[in-house]
């Protein structure tokens, strides 16, 4: 029996040219699966899109664009068992990366035609969408300052050249953050709020390892006093992110909980999965198992013994 999919795609989204990746994905899936294609405008977004597709009784949802594009997308799905189909086409496709996911089209479209899935969480920031992370403070500015121009002729650079301006007029402010067990204030440059995140998203990285399906939100808190601690941050961020280990600087900080709000003072500029979305205060929700995306294949059962190749090994029925 033929599968059907709403291909959600954004044609302004990537440096690549947008015609030709989606005759490329609609050779790859159409064989396989019966697509609804529908393209994002100025005027009405992806999660108009995939909520107008639920609404119709789609069978599952694909999305082609960048995070944004792929953050409104999954806002539809969140709560239903209907699987969600990633290709990732952006600047920085960080929830691919996070996830584990190919972001190459050929790659996503194999994933998709594999079938298997997974659950994860997802979170509602304001009560707008977020699979990735909020940034408030130095990542929002950076944000702001790679624009499209510069992520189109530049990828990626764009965003590392936008942080290198940013550290030379690093601002500080006062934060007050609520779970619900605690308030905390602290004088801070970067708070980010994370659902998942790879590890190059490093301001996200103080637990030195986002977990998506726990539940929790992961929260850092980056304080350096200058603009030396701040370079010395991100470099221990980063490398504490690819070792696996925590963060062991005083100037950075981080929690974990289901609930967190952040008020600032001054209001700080938010940046929500890539995306400029005002200032300060922000109230960020997770919403566990929320969401279920395709992936490359079966996740293996983790081994709960291991005896085989002991020295001496007997093994015998209990009586």
Not at 174 to 193: G, L, N, P, Y
Not at 216 to 224: E, N, R, S
Not at 233 to 260: F, N, P, W
């Amino acid at each position: 029996m033929t599968r059907s999919a709403c291909l959600i795609f954004n044609p302004v989204a990537g440096q690549g040219d947008s015609e030709q990746d989606l005759v490329v994905i609609r050779s790859l899936l159409e064989p396989t699966i019966d697509l609804d294609v529908q393209l994002t405008t100025e005027e009405i977004d992806a999660g108009q899109l995939a909520h107008a597709a639920v609404e119709r009784g789609v069978e599952a949802i694909i999305a082609s664009g960048g995070d944004g594009t792929l953050s409104a997308a999954a806002e539809a799905l969140v709560g239903t068992s209907i699987p969600f189909g990633i290709i990732s086409r952006g600047t920085a496709n960080a929830f691919a990366n996070a996830l584990g996911l190919p972001d190459t089209i050929e790659g996503a479209c194999q994933t998709i035609l594999g079938g298997y899935t997974k659950i994860v969480d997802a979170a509602y920031c304001n009560g707008k969408p977020m699979v990735l992370l909020a940034g408030i403070g130095f990542e929002a500015e950076a944000v702001e300052q790679a624009d499209r121009d510069a992520k189109n002729r530049l990828g990626m650079l764009a965003y590392v050249i936008s942080g290198i301006q940013q550290l030379r007029r690093l601002e500080s402010f006062d934060a007050e953050i609520e779970t619900d067990e605690q308030v905390i204030k602290v004088t801070a440059s970067a708070i980010t709020v994370a659902n998942a995140a790879p590890p190059t998203s490093i301001l996200a990285q103080g637990p030195a390892g986002v977990i998506y399906d726990d539940g929790l939100l992961d929260l850092t808190i980056v304080a350096p006093a200058n603009t030396g601690g701040a370079i010395a941050a991100s470099i221990h961020l980063l490398q504490t992110a690819l070792s696996g280990h925590a963060v062991e600087r005083d100037d950075i900080g981080y929690l974990r909980a289901k609930r967190i709000k952040v008020t600032t003072t001054p209001p700080q500029k938010v940046a929500l999965d890539g995306e400029l979305i005002g200032t300060t205060p922000i109230e960020v929700e997770c919403i566990p198992q929320g969401l279920t995306v395709f992936t490359p294949g079966m996740e293996e059962d983790t081994p709960v013994e291991k005896l085989e190749g002991l020295p001496n090994l007997i093994i015998e029925p209990k009586s």
